[in-house]
């Protein structure tokens, strides 16, 4: 396992977040039942007992009631929130009589999605706002005053993004007085040209790779805190294959599980930790097994030759 970037400025936050998209049952309109909020205490209490103190939200999961679930079990038990990190994102908005789904950087729209997060939560501050998705239409200084707003109200304490490419990293820092910790992208063995960018420099393999060039170096250097979103592609290596090169993967994860005596979950992950950079993932399980299974991955660290593997079981063939 390596040394995440984030403990700069979360000294321990956990290697591994929760992600709480799934708690609050549909993405409706209507409330959370009984069995969805024992269902939301169950997973938080499994995450934390397996040593998972980070949370991840965001304004739009259920329709808002992500973040009121977990909030109504904070009250319960309100020693929680100084135990825990919990970070929320901002910036998308489902269509409405106003117009479609759309990306909304505005500072009146960050600062009131803020504040609805944090009533939602029922607390008084967030520990890490990612802006959620780029926003062509951003004003960089409409977003550098809602959060030097934010900062000095005491309402959000570090800032970050999720996907987007380091230019657009670098473009937005040059604006803000905060730096940006966290980027948090989807990465996982099968939306793994991340990896496939590294290693096609200049060679005719690299034509379809859809990553940002030189993300990963950036945030390397610039100490921000790589997140991976759908870290277990979903689910797809835990169901029957449906491709080949998942088949023949997890042919080769179930080796690996054998080996170090975990599960498949395990090996997804610790694929995911073994690179350098230090990668924090976010699961979305709601599963209590494959929770356990993910927190077990802090203690597997994959050889050379089993990284390399499994990469090149999913590529199809072998790197250059
Ligand atoms: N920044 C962004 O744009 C963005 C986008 C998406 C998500 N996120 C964040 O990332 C978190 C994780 O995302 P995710 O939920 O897509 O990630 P994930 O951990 O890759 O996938 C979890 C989903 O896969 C299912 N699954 C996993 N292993 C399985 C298995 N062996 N068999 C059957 N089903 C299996 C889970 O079902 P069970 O619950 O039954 O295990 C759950 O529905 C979210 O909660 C959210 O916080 C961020």
């Known amino acids: 396992m390596q040394t995440l970037a984030m ?33 939301a205490h169950h997973c938080i209490e499994v995450a934390l007992e397996e040593g998972i103190n980070f949370f991840d939200h965001a304004d739009i999961y259920c329709n808002g009631k992500s973040e009121q679930i977990f909030g109504e079990i904070l009250a319960t038990q309100p020693q929680l929130r100084e135990q825990i990190y919990i970070q929320s994102k901002c910036g998308i908005r489902f269509a409405d009589q106003e117009g479609p789904q759309r990306y909304d950087f505005s500072y009146q729209h960050i600062i009131d999605s803020v504040n609805g997060s944090l009533r939602r939560l ?26 030097e707003q934010l900062a000095a109200a005491g309402k959000v304490r570090h800032f970050g993004v999720s996907n987007m490419n380091h230019h657009q990293l670098q473009f937005l820092q040059r604006y803000l007085d905060q730096p940006l910790v966290v980027n948090q992208m989807e990465l996982n063995l099968l939306h793994c040209d991340f990896v496939e960018s590294m290693v096609t420099v200049n060679d005719h393999q690299g034509q379809s790779v859809h990553f940002s060039e030189g993300l990963i170096e950036y945030c390397a250097e610039q100490n921000v805190q790589l997140q991976a979103w759908s870290p277990l592609a979903k689910g797809v290596f835990g169901r029957p294959a449906t491709e080949a090169k998942v088949a023949m993967a997890q042919e080769h994860i179930d080796q690996y599980a054998r080996q170090f005596g975990c599960e498949r979950e395990t090996i997804l992950l610790a694929w995911l930790m073994r690179l350098p950079i230090g990668i924090q993932p976010v699961i979305g399980t709601m599963n209590e097994q494959r929770i356990r299974a993910c927190a077990k991955a802090v203690d597997v660290s994959l050889s050379r030759e089993q990284w390399y593997q499994l ?7 072998h790197i250059p």
């Open 122 to 147: 029922g607390c008084g501050y967030l520990d890490i706002l990612l802006l959620h998705r780029p926003d062509p239409l951003m004003e960089p200084e409409e977003v550098a005053r809602a959060f």
């Open 311 to 317: 990469f090149t079981d999913i590529r199809g063939h």
């Open 7 to 39: 403990t700069t400025v979360l000294s321990d936050a956990s290697p591994i977040a929760f992600g709480c998209m799934g708690l609050g049952g549909q993405w409706d309109g209507l409330g959370y039942t009984a069995a969805e909020l024992k269902q």
